[in-house]
């Protein structure tokens, strides 16, 4: 696959995952989903979303 097309596969499906990993920690962190104090969710999908970004820089972006 040519450079151009992981590049903008790898941005369209991580902005994607992100997105959806933030709306769902925003909606357990308002109470939507029934619960209270999202705290925790919130922690464990920053550490999520910070690994996929670092794996689409490190698969797409970076120069091997």
């Not at 990993?21 to 910070?50: D, E």
């Amino acid at each position: 696959m040519s450079y151009r097309v992981r590049l903008l596969v790898g941005l369209i499906g991580t902005a994607l995952f992100v997105i959806f990993i933030a709306g769902l920690s925003h909606s357990i962190s308002t109470g939507f989903a029934g619960f209270s104090g999202g705290l925790p969710f919130m922690i464990i999908a920053i550490v999520v979303c910070s690994a996929a970004l670092f794996d689409f820089w490190d698969e797409c972006v970076r120069k091997k």
